[in-house]
């Protein structure tokens, strides 16, 4: 069985990228679900994968969370409580720029009708990052009351961080360009540095203010405690530079470059703190999964949280009831993974006849053949009344709040040159 897939021959620019129509669809591990993607979702660290910053073996899917349909279950995730039709979200999983991927059993969440997959899957990677910045990487050498500064408040991972820093009680000094500051001041930073834009793109143009007198006069001449960039290589001198007496360089991304090596001298005017951090070493354990998950959902269902905050807009106190229902559901399931019950709940009363499937390893429960290439009867249903409003297939703008932009996988390339550019101003996907 073949499938579409963006797919790495060779490492480099956007255009190595491409969409393959003949694919092998992969084949299900013990405890696996195999999962018909309808959304991915494009992060910074699937460039670095494109580029070959960060080496994968070769050839490759890109992306690394996802959400659809099951279409097929092993008896282990079966018994989990996860079934063939069930609407799910996951992430921390590679190759999900495709029609199918291949997903650990205990890391798919059933996701209720009423909550839209764009948002489930908006709720992944950049949430947990955000979290493990602001919470642990920092080592507790930045106390609440105290100054942090955030680079790029205005889009992606830093919006979330920039929130959740507020939330643990820190004093927030936002960056962003001129075309992002109404979004940047969305999300509650104390004070806010605004960049001029390069020519021909929505990036900061670091060299348009001096950072860090200004940052100096905020802080009354102390400096930060601790410093979030994501940019790379056009912040980190002046990241360094801002630190007060023991404060801490949180090194995490490679948005305009990957940071040079340089000698740990650097921190000798104020006895500095560097660290180079990954989600993977902050999520270690399953319980230090839950507690960052939790943390995240209870927030987004309080309202305090925005998975995007557009310009303009409020953070929303009381949240719809079915969005709120999805989240103590979610919550739930996350808490108790072993309870067949919460996680096989799901509003859909009507589940796809499913068969045996002779070719499928490990005697795996799949859909019959007539709906592997189709959503489940609920999801027909949406895309019935979604094609009655015609909508072109090119960029699209989202008009939900937690989703920016959404490009067709045929345009994979398209997709990584917008993430790139720094146009993206919330989160950014691919529908499959």
């Not at 660290?45 to 099951?70: A, N």
């Not at 560097?274 to 960052?292: I, W």
């Not at 949240?319 to 103590?328: E, K, R």
């Amino acid at each position: 069985m073949h499938q579409r897939a963006a797919v790495v021959r060779e490492t480099g620019p956007s255009s190595v990228m491409k969409v393959e129509h003949d694919y092998p669809v992969p084949k299900l591990a013990p405890g696996g679900v195999l999962v018909k993607n309808k959304y991915s979702g494009i992060n910074f660290i699937d460039t670095y994968h494109r580029s070959g910053l960060y080496k994968r073996e070769l050839p490759f899917i890109g992306g690394q969370e996802g959400g659809g349909f099951v279409a097929a279950v092993t008896p282990e995730a079966e018994a989990q409580g996860v079934k063939v039709g069930d609407r799910v979200a996951y992430s921390s999983v590679f190759q999900t720029y495709a029609e199918y991927t291949a997903v650990p059993g205990n890391k798919v969440v059933t996701v209720p009708e009423e909550v839209p997959l764009d948002v489930a899957v908006s709720c992944g990677v950049q949430g947990m990052t955000a979290h493990y910045l602001t919470h642990s990487a920092h080592a507790g050498l930045v106390k609440p009351g105290e100054w942090m500064l955030i680079h790029g408040t205005g889009s992606g991972t830093c919006q979330w961080a920039a929130q959740m820093a507020k939330l643990r009680g820190y004093k927030v000094i936002g960056t962003c360009s001129e075309s992002k500051q109404d979004i940047a001041r969305a999300t509650g930073v104390d004070e806010l540095i605004v960049y001029k834009e390069a020519p021909g793109t929505s990036y900061e143009d670091y060299s348009s203010v001096d950072l860090v007198p200004k940052v100096m006069e905020i802080t009354g001449g102390e400096g930060v405690k601790a410093v979030i960039d994501g940019i790379g290589l056009a912040t980190w001198e002046t990241s360094i530079e801002v630190l007060a007496r023991r404060g801490i360089f949180v090194s995490f991304g490679n948005a305009s470059g990957a940071v040079p090596a340089f000698p740990p001298l650097r921190f000798i005017n104020k006895s500095g703190f560097l660290t180079r951090p990954k989600l993977n070493d902050y999520t270690v354990t399953r319980e230090e999964l839950l507690s960052r998950a939790n943390d995240i959902y209870g927030w987004i269902n309080s309202g305090d949280l925005k998975v995007a905050v557009r310009a303009g807009e409020k953070k929303n106190k009381n949240p719809p009831l079915p969005f709120s229902l999805f989240v103590a559901r979610l919550t739930r399931a996350v808490a108790d993974e072993t309870n067949p019950r919460l996680q096989s709940w799901s509003p859909h009363a009507h589940r796809p006849h499913i068969k045996q499937s002779f070719e499928a390893p490990r005697e795996a429960r799949v859909l019959d053949e007539s709906a592997l290439g189709s959503p489940p009867p609920f999801a027909r249903k949406r895309s019935r009344a979604a094609h009655r409003r015609p909508q072109p297939r090119t960029q699209t703008p989202r008009s939900s709040a937690q989703v920016d932009r959404c490009f067709p996988l045929e345009q994979a390339v398209e997709g990584h040159d917008y993430l790139e550019a720094g146009k993206s101003r919330g989160k950014v996907l691919y529908e499959i």
